[in-house]
């Protein structure tokens, strides 16, 4: 049995230290029933995970989070109003990855965090 998945990368695109990458989420995803019935949110750790995700991808490597200096919920993502959207990236890669990433659609900006990886 395959557990259904809340959010697929669509397309990344790189120059530079600087990408941006599309992602939708699964409005009928399981998730969405319990956080929040009749108003679904993406859960905050579903976002970082998305940021998470989609740098392993860029980097072509497994990341371990190390620290989250920054992190902030912005606006209510919800996958019915908003099902696609984009997480723009600056990576720094020294002994440690720094990332900082944020995600948005239009004008609307849903998080904004910096995290440095392993």
Same mark, same amino acid.
């Given at each position: 049995?395959?557990?259904?998945?809340?959010?697929?990368?669509?397309?990344?695109?790189?120059? !530079?230290?600087?990408?941006?990458?599309?992602?939708?989420?699964?409005?009928?995803?399981?998730?969405?029933? !319990?956080?929040?019935?009749?108003?679904?949110?993406?859960?905050?750790?579903?976002?970082?995970?998305?940021?998470?995700?989609?740098?392993?991808?860029?980097?072509?490597?497994?990341?371990?989070?190390?620290?989250?200096?920054?992190?902030?919920?912005?606006?209510?993502?919800?996958?019915?109003?908003?099902?696609?959207?984009?997480?723009?990236?600056?990576?720094?890669?020294?002994?440690?990855?720094?990332?900082?990433?944020? !995600?948005?659609?239009?004008?609307?900006?849903?998080?904004?965090?910096?995290?440095?990886?392993?």
């Amino acid at each position: 049995m395959s557990k259904k998945q809340i959010f697929s990368i669509h397309s990344l695109n790189a120059e !530079g230290d600087k990408f941006v990458a599309e992602v939708s989420l699964d409005a009928t995803n399981a998730i969405y029933k !319990g956080h929040f019935p009749n108003l679904p949110v993406t859960p905050g750790v579903i976002q970082l995970q998305m940021v998470k995700k989609v740098a392993e991808q860029h980097l072509q490597r497994d990341l371990k989070v190390k620290t989250i200096r920054s992190c902030k919920f912005l606006e209510v993502l919800n996958p019915e109003k908003t099902p696609r959207f984009i997480i723009e990236f600056v990576i720094k890669e020294n002994e440690v990855i720094e990332v900082n990433a944020m !995600g948005r659609w239009g004008e609307s900006t849903f998080f904004k965090a910096q995290v440095t990886y392993i």
